[in-house]
């Protein structure tokens, strides 16, 4: 059974950084693009970031961009969010996700196995 397990949510005041790890028990996702996407209390789930299988494409949105920084280690199996210059907005429960459909990043349908989301609360 496919696992996604996310840790390193909290609370943080605004300016704060938190870093976001997501542990797959699957190695073969080493070959997939793989995301982080949010939800906030009312609103839609709404893309983060992405990282191609390799490392080398990297993909933000662009409330994050400059803030956020995506990593993946394939060795360990684990994808990371580091979150700098935190703003009160940010809060919401994170997600990671493996990509396992052709097209656009950033939709979150082309995604098929989902963690069970970790909650980061900014303060301001």
């Known amino acids: 059974q496919v696992q996604l397990v996310e840790s390193g949510g909290g609370l943080v005041q605004a300016g704060g950084s938190l870093r976001l790890s997501c542990a797959a028990s699957?190695?073969?996702?080493?070959?997939?693009?793989m995301g982080w996407f949010r939800q906030a209390p009312g609103k839609e789930r709404e893309f983060v970031a992405a990282?191609?299988?390799?490392?080398?494409?990297?993909y933000y949105a662009d409330s994050v961009k400059g803030r956020f920084t995506i990593s993946r280690d394939n060795a360990r199996n684990t994808v990371c969010l580091q979150m700098n210059s935190l703003k009160p907005e940010d809060t919401a429960v994170y997600y990671c996700?493996?990509?396992?459909?052709?097209?656009?990043?950033?939709?979150?349908?082309?995604?098929?196995?989902w963690g069970q989301g970790t909650q980061v609360t900014v303060s301001s």
């Open positions: 996700a493996v990509k396992t459909a052709w097209g656009d990043e950033k939709k979150d349908y082309n995604y098929a196995y």
């Open positions: 699957r190695r073969t996702f080493s070959s997939n693009t």
């Open positions: 990282i191609s299988w390799s490392g080398g494409s990297t």
